[in-house]
């Protein structure tokens, strides 16, 4: 069982930066990839980006690509995720995401903080 806090989120104004960390407490952290997953008001959660176990790997929307970038550091039981030129409609809250995929495209775990606001004003 893993537990995931988010923190550094807050108002910052549109072209600025911010990044947000999620401390995770459990075992095996370093065997679960991560991700960053945010809700805006009136719409469905979505994946921003996420990272393999072994950093080796990662992945980021369209709307987030050359912004925003995503890290970890197994040794910390730490994720980060950097926030540059951020847009107003960056605004929603972001959560954190710890999971092992399966050989089928699912997950076998799958645990969430809580999430932390970000709001961007123009």
């Known amino acids: ?42 719409k469905e959660r979505e994946l921003v980006t996420s ?10 929307a369209d709307s987030v690509k050359g912004r925003f970038a995503i890290s970890r550091d197994n040794a910390k039981n730490m994720v980060y995720l950097q926030m540059n030129s951020l847009k107003p409609e960056d605004t929603a809250i972001y959560y954190c995401n710890a999971y092992q995929p399966d050989d089928g495209g699912g997950r076998l775990n799958d645990y969430w903080g809580q999430g932390t606001q970000v709001t961007v004003s123009a």
């Not at 990272?51 to 980021?60: A, K, L, P, V």
């Open 1 to 42: 069982q893993l537990t995931l806090v988010e923190s550094g989120g807050g108002l910052v104004q549109a072209g600025g930066s911010l990044k947000v960390s999620c401390a995770v407490t459990g075992p095996h952290f370093s065997s679960h990839d991560m991700a960053w997953y945010r809700q805006a008001p009136g």
């Open 51 to 60: 990272i393999t176990w072994n950093s080796r790997n990662t992945y980021y």
